[in-house]
């Protein structure tokens, strides 16, 4: 299944009812079926399914570790926080939004005025036993800056793993490579954003 | 030849048998997830050796290495013996069973047959048969209501086909008019069109039928059926005894294979340009190859299915079968 597949949300159901006849009661009747059914060949249509599909050698495995499905970039899975692209500052800004509206009260983050008395964030983290992965983080967060990334697997040897700041924050060789990609998924501003801002009533 | 070489030679075909067939039917496993796996569109075993070989010797140590647990309440001689029952009746039925044609090695004359009995056939459905005491007496030895059951539906399974298998091959035995597998072989020595499928088709397919269950294998494997009673007989069974099962069921599966190869399919007669020996290990693999496919392509019968098919379909047609070529004969 490509991406495209994948991510269109809109699938239509196409369900068919497949008419079930009354089983028959009488022992003529059920004789009859039986006859039916030994002469229709039907065991041979499953036979030539099979072989037919055995001889394709159209497989679907999915070797798991060493390959994956796409999925969906509305999928939520362990958090990531983003940096600035030209100054490579955390995108942060420490309004603590994410903090207030967290539902499970996992976020946790510490602040403080750095030698220009902007705001810094010296700490984030995530407790990731108790967060259900709502996406109300990403969704509030008014700087695109803590986002859903992509990696499910969150088997580790801690529980503290993938969630403290330094674990989430893009690391900045990666920043310079260009690799942070922007988020397309929950929360993040759509691609037709410019068109839909309507004026402010103040304007007219 | 004298005794002693007699019984030098019998030893060493038993040893060539034995370890031939458990190392086939232990190939046999790996071929059955294989060709399953193809058919379900997937790859089946991968990792182990190119492309997953190795997973039988894989499957073998782990095996071995696991803890024999006997579980409390299960009377322990009875659970204990019931799987080497199982394994060594697939192996004993399979002594009567002439292998290949015969051929010469270092200028002696072997016969692939471990013993020529003039009863074959009688004697390897009899062994094959008496090898469903082995579920039997797992399921009611191992105190486990899922082996109950499963020990429950071999009685019920060996009730239905047994007259099928035997009444099917009676009217191929009249043909012949004899018992030993090597005169039925030679009856079909003609080629192609004297093979006994031709004459008694409806036999063949009854035969199949009920090889199918006598091996327990897939349209009739109530014994193990997963969805229904867990693992049947075998649910308490772990390790090597559960691994012995196996091996019987895999080795049950070769020799039914040999027996309608040969009694139906033409034996190790040559087959056109093929040679006698290659000819039946190629039907032997299609057979197997058919109980695989079919694994892959039928749902499965209730218990309650399968008398009604065999004792109310089946055995009126094997009847019926026996009855006209008996008349048949006789003009
Ligand atoms: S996803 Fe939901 S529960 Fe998890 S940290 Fe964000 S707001 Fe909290
Ligand atoms: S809502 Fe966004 S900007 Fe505000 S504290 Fe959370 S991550 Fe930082």
Redesign the pocket.
Known sequence: MSLEQFKDRNVVQNYVHIPVDKPPQKPMDKFKQVVRRTFKGELFVGLWVVFREMIKRDFHTVKYPLEKLPISPRYRAVHK?YRLLESGNN?????????KICIANC?R?ETRYDEKQRKE?TE?SINLGRCIFCGY?AE????L??VHGQRYENASEQRAHFVLKDDMLTPLDFLKEGKQEEFPGFGAVSPNADERIKKTPTAY | MTTTGFIIATIIKILVVLGLFSALAGFGTYLERKVLAFMQRRLGPMHVGPYGVLQVLADGIKLFTKEDIIPQNAVKPIFMIAPIIGAATAFIALAAVPILPEFEIFGVKVHPIIADINVGVLFVLGVMASGLFAPLLAGMASSNKWGLLGAARTAIQLLSYEVVTGLSILAPLMLVGSLSLIDINNYQSGGFTDWIVWSQPVAFVLFLIAGFAETNRTPFDLLEHEAEIVSGYATEYSGMRWGMFFIGEYANMITLGFLASLIFLGGFNDWGFIPGGLAIVLKVSFLFFFFLWTRAAWPHVRPDQLMWLCWKVLMPIAVLNVVVTGIVLMM
Do not use: D, N, T
Not at chain 1, 140 to 143: A, G, I, K, Q, S
């Open positions: 926080l995108r942060c800004i420490g309004c603590g939004l994410c903090e976020i983050l964030v984030y983080c509030v967060c008014p700087e800056a803590i």
